[in-house]
């Protein structure tokens, strides 16, 4: 079978059968293009000429050109996803890919909205007082409250809300669903909201649509999103996902249970969660140093020597 024949199979799959976010879609293809253009290059062009040394030589190529260990990690696991379904389908007779090991990332915390940043976006000021502006408050709303990933935020249907029992219905990763609290004022928010888009021409079944009517798709609340924090944050980054993780970070440091946040969250494993841990002990260190009296004193001591250095 040619290699463009089996990516363009796989590639329905993921899409149609897994119904993968078009995100992830697009990853798998513009990992696996990358790799068809590197065997072409070898002059390979069917799947039974690939070779392990193939994807070997693949994968150093990727850190030849610069690019980033997550970046590296992301397109090496596209092609183990590929060669994994290319051997339970009886393309191949191996998984050419079961070996290859994706670079290690160094830990890094995640970035959080502060809760002063996360609140402004309750002001009614930072938003036009149109459809779109009230929908925008909304999106951003439902995302620090339920700490919904984007695709997720996109794909809800009107009936997902469950405005009486307060709480939202969730595909998440892998076609699982869980239900989301919501609270009274959030729910109120959504009806008002409602009123709003059944007023519009063009009606859908999509919770978030476009003035016109039409669903949205994850660029639409990556766009959103960016408008507006760019505005009302000073954080290292932008994006949905910033959101996701103040949801979890700010409901730990509030006291609430991890293995709660995991089921908030869909994750699969607590492991996923524990990061939200470290990030909140870290929050707690810097509050120490800021707040406590023998912390305070220990730092003007420090600084009061430093001066006294200075003057020597």
Known sequence: MKTTDAI???LEHVGTELRRAEGTVADYRRALEGLNEHLQLSGIADIGQITRQDLRLWQMSLAEAGLAPSTIRQRVSAVRHFCRWLRQNHITNTDLAARMAPPKLPKRLPVCYKESEAGRIYDPANFADDFAGQRDCLMLRMLYE??????????????????????????????????????????????SYLELKHALPRQSPAL???????????????YVVHKHMAALSNADRISPHVFRHSFATHL???????????????????????????????????????????????????STHNNKEDIL
Not at 208 to 222: A, L, M, S, W
Not at 265 to 292: D, K, M, P
């Open 252 to 302: 730990l440091a509030e006291g609430g249970e991890l293995l709660a946040i995991k089921e908030l969250l869909g994750h699969s494993s607590l492991g996923a969660t524990q990061v939200y841990t470290h990030l909140s002990r870290s929050r707690i260190g810097e509050v120490y140093r800021h707040a406590h009296p023998r912390a305070t004193k220990q730092s003007n001591n420090s």
């Open 146 to 191: 339920t700490g919904l990933r984007r695709a997720e935020l996109a794909s809800l249907r009107e009936t997902d809300a469950d405005l009486r029992s307060l709480y939202i219905k969730v595909l998440g990763k892998g076609n699982k669903h869980r239900l989301v609290p919501i609270e009274p004022e959030l729910a109120a928010a959504i009806g």
């Open 208 to 222: 978030f649509v476009t003035p016109k009517g039409e669903p949205i798709n994850g660029n639409t609340v990556y």
């Open 8 to 10: 363009a199979r796989f």
